[in-house]
T-cell receptor
Framework: GAVVSQHPSRVICKSGTSVKIECRSL??????MFWYRQFPKQSLMLMAT?????????EQGVEKDKFLINHASLTLSTLTVTSAHPEDSSFYIC???????????????FGDGTRLSIL | GESVGLHLPTLSVQEGDNSIINCAYS??????FIWYKQESGKGPQFIID?????DKRQGQRVTVLLNKTVKHLSLQIAATQPGDSAVYFC????????????FGTGTRLQVTL
């Protein structure tokens, strides 16, 4: 149990286009999902916390107009990188928090990431 | 705060030996700690966790040690196998922060035959 699916796993697109990444919790409901960014050989950096039915909370230094987050249901959060440029190329990872008091144990379950390459 | 490294330290271990991966955490208020394994091109995979009211916890082939005095966490892997080759991250969080995790720099474990 506790599977988080992220789609697409890899995307290559031209500079200036917008890219949407989906994060789904397949077998549990998640009121909270998290979006991370990871550069090569570096750690995961939290970008934002996505709350179902409300606005996302962004970490300091993350442009909310650049990285649009929507959490419209208890099983789906999306991250849209708007007007993407080469410097936005990175590995984006989502995670979902299982319900409080649930038996899933871990605080977050991670997807397998999306490799974004902007040409 | 966030931990960003310019490079990943590497630990090279011979197959069958024990591995010890260390992590210094930043927030003395953190009360829950997790070790993750990340293979190339994948998301982090949970290995083992420990709460601040404990100083040691054992799993299958893995042991986590917590020293709150010096804010230090370690992961011990017994009888290291080639499949253990990956990047290992420690993460910390504090009750009441909605499970928000802060990740450490990470260590690459290379298992040699």
């Amino acid at each position: 149990g506790a599977v988080v699916s992220q789609h697409p796993s890899r995307v290559i697109c031209k500079s200036g286009t917008s890219v949407k990444i989906e994060c789904r919790s397949l077998d549990f409901q998640a009121t909270t999902m998290f979006w991370y960014r990871q550069f090569p050989k570096q750690s995961l950096m939290l970008m934002a916390t996505s709350n179902e039915g409300s606005k996302a909370t962004y970490e300091q230094g993350v442009e909310k107009d650049k990285f649009l987050i929507n959490h419209a249901s208890l099983t789906l959060s999306t991250l849209t990188v708007t007007s993407a440029h080469p410097e936005d190329s990175s590995f984006y990872i989502c995670s979902a928090r299982p319900p409080r008091g649930g038996v899933l144990g871990q605080p977050q379950h991670f997807g397998d990431g999306t490799r974004l390459s902007i040409l | 705060g966030e931990s960003v490294g310019l490079h990943l330290p590497t630990l090279s271990v011979q197959e069958g030996d024990n591995s010890i991966i260390n992590c210094a955490y930043s927030n003395s208020a953190s009360d829950y700690f997790i070790w993750y394994k990340q293979e190339s091109g994948k998301g982090p995979q949970f290995i083992i966790d420990i709460r601040s009211n404990m100083d040691k916890r054992q799993g299958q082939r893995v042991t986590v040690l917590l020293n709150k005095t010096v804010k230090h966490l370690s992961l011990q892997i017994a009888a290291t196998q080639p499949g253990d080759s990956a990047v290992y991250f420690c993460a910390e969080t504090r009750t009441g922060t909605a499970s928000k995790l802060t990740f450490g720099t990470g260590t690459r474990l290379q298992v040699t035959l």
